[in-house]
């Protein structure tokens, strides 16, 4: 019989950071060619694996795909290789986690398993699997997909999010970038190194409606309305930016650290009441290596506190979707480089210009060099789609009540499937209960993964 699981714990054991994937596209490569099916991988590293019918009549050609990379994370106090370590697993209490180390790669390690579970369904189309790279840190590889060599024109993505939904439509994004090189002065102040941490991690397009809070804007807020003048040395806030950020380190020039200290505590305890963050914390030590302060800190701090992060609108058809939205994901200061990223969304074209117009102009005028760029597309599927009609049965043959329809504030690699199989083609969106993605609270619920096996192996056969 088919095992997800046990395929999804040996992925684990391969480390697949975004643009460093060919540890696990090797052992992709080594496992269908084992098992004698041919395989393509095409000139910017995407694998496809073309498996025969099994048991069908079907003429068709189904594609099912997922993503090789993951979102690497970890947390403050763990010493963990992502380029070079396996993921420490454990398996309790009906979940799949990591016991609050590092992210679990389940997005979308259990996408890859499931389709390696597929050649052993009992009843199958031909499929193309496909496996593509880089999808979390900007779905850049996916638009240099070879096309031409897939013959499919339904596709299943198996990189969703909730085991009682099949996703139809995914947002447009575009990653914002902006770097400036800013003036530095003598520093006439003790140094100390301040670290803000254990806010909630979360997915800036799944769980930006989750009132986690941004840990970056949360410290510019407070420096920025502090009473005293303070210098900036440093600063790092950096995962991804599609990570909502749980903390940061900053170098700051204080005169009176006592009264910075019993401010900043009475600061985040107010957090607590406005944000999902209960755990937040900080430490504040001395610095043993003094650098120079920014000039003029504080007017590039206004400027970013200028631009609203987070959601800016809810969409007016699904009251419960957000429409449009914004995370700063990233800021640091790299070879005396101050370095940005933002990550904005919208399933409303017009609503994401003129937000990326609105960013442009503020950072504009602090003379900020700026890039926009990785535009991407958002995605809505037929609702009358034969591909969608026979998901839903499936799903309600296992799931026993009526499946939601959905569409996500968060990005899929779907629209370049289907704009580039041309406009007859198809996609659906499905995978198992996974909670807390792209955190160290990560984890899937294994009872999940063999329902939604026993749904794609009733779609399979009946495509």
């Known amino acids: 019989m088919p095992n997800t699981l046990n395929y999804f714990k040996e992925i684990t054991k391969y480390p697949r950071p975004s643009k460093q994937e060919e540890k696990i596209r090797n052992f992709l490569i080594d496992f269908f060619s084992w098992k004698w099916y041919n395989y393509k991988v095409d000139t910017t590293w995407n694998l496809i694996v ?85 999808e979390e840190a900007g779905m850049s590889w996916v638009k240099w997909l070879n096309f031409s060599l897939l013959e499919g024109k339904k596709i299943i993505n198996l990189d969703s999010g909730d085991e009682n939904a099949i996703c139809i439509g995914s947002a447009w994004w575009v990653r914002i970038s902006w770097s400036k090189k800013p003036e530095f002065t003598t520093s006439k102040k003790e140094q100390y190194n301040l670290e803000i941490f254990w806010m909630q991690w979360g997915h800036s397009g799944l769980e930006i409606n989750k009132n986690r809070g941004n840990a970056i804007i949360i410290a510019l807020d407070f420096i920025a309305n502090y009473e005293k003048e303070i210098e900036m040395c440093n600063i790092n806030a950096w995962t991804a930016e599609n990570v909502i950020p749980s903390k940061i380190q900053i170098s700051l020039g204080i005169d009176d650290i006592h009264n910075f200290e019993e401010k900043l505590k009475r600061y985040l305890e107010n957090i607590k009441t406005l944000f999902d963050c209960p755990s937040i914390d900080f430490t504040i030590q001395k610095s043993e290596n003094e650098k120079n302060a920014i000039r003029n800190a504080q007017k590039i701090i206004q400027s970013l506190l200028q631009i609203k992060d987070g959601i800016y609108t809810m969409s007016k058809k699904i009251p419960w979707l957000v429409q449009t939205s914004l995370n700063l994901g990233v800021i640091k200061i790299q070879n005396w480089i101050l370095e940005l990223c933002y990550l904005a969304r919208s399933n ?108 794609l192996t009733g779609i399979l056969k009946d495509l």
């Open 50 to 134: 073309y498996i025969p019918a099994k048991n069908s009549q079907s003429q068709e050609t189904i594609i099912l795909q997922a993503h090789m990379d993951m979102v690497c994370v970890k947390a403050e106090w763990v010493n963990h290789d992502f380029y070079n370590d396996s993921l420490e697993i454990r398996e309790e209490n009906g979940f799949i986690h990591t016991n609050g180390k590092t992210t679990l790669g389940a997005d979308n390690g259990i996408g890859i398993a499931l389709c390696m579970s597929a050649i052993d369904f009992p009843s199958h189309p031909a499929l193309e699997l496909v496996f593509t790279i880089d």
């Open 348 to 455: 409303d074209n017009e609503e994401l210009q003129n937000l990326q117009e609105n960013i442009i102009h503020i950072l504009g005028q602090g003379n900020f060099e700026i890039q926009a760029d990785t535009w991407y597309p958002a995605w809505q599927e037929d609702i009358n789609s034969e591909l969608l009609q026979i998901a839903e049965r499936n799903f309600e043959k296992i799931l026993w009540h009526k499946v939601k329809i959905v569409t996500h504030h968060a990005g899929l690699e779907c629209w370049f499937f289907v704009k580039w199989l041309n406009n007859w083609a198809n996609a659906i969106s499905i995978w198992p209960n996974m909670y807390n993605i792209h955190s160290v609270d990560e984890k899937i619920q294994i009872d999940s993964i063999a329902r939604v096996e026993k749904i």
